[in-house]
């Protein structure tokens, strides 16, 4: 059982930066594909970015936050964080973290754990 909690959201400028946190529970956390999604209203929640600990944690990116966004991940202190520079409007979203244990379909939604998410608003 992982368990995971954001941390990290709130209002920025657009232009400017945040990092997102998010604190899993679990022994196994390094042996974990983790992953961020985001939702904005009236969307379908969307794949932002991946990171595994296949090959010395690679990491995978939605194309709109390619070049902005960053994944890393902390085994010793079980967290993963997103760091998250150059934002815009449209990365206005409730951003969530995610677990699962195979990397196949990592940017799907199809994760066994999530956490209950963290409001990013970017304001003009």
């Known amino acids: 059982q992982v368990q995971l909690v954001e941390s990290g959201g709130g209002l920025v400028q657009a232009g400017g930066s945040l990092r997102l946190s998010c604190a899993a529970s679990?022994?196994?956390?390094?042996?974990?594909?983790m992953a961020w999604f985001r939702q904005a209203p009236g969307k379908e929640r969307e794949f932002v970015a991946a990171i595994s600990w296949i090959g010395s944690d690679t990491t995978y990116y939605a194309d709109s936050v390619k070049g902005r966004f960053t994944i890393s991940r902390d085994n010793a202190k079980n967290t993963v964080y997103l760091t998250m520079n150059s934002l815009k409007l449209e990365d206005t979203a409730i951003y969530s973290c995610?677990?699962?244990?195979?990397?196949?379909?990592?940017?799907?939604?199809?994760?066994?754990?999530w956490g209950q998410g963290t409001q990013v608003t970017v304001s003009s």
């Open positions: 679990g022994r196994t956390f390094s042996s974990y594909v």
């Open positions: 995610a677990a699962r244990s195979d990397i196949v379909g990592f940017n799907k939604p199809s994760y066994t754990y």
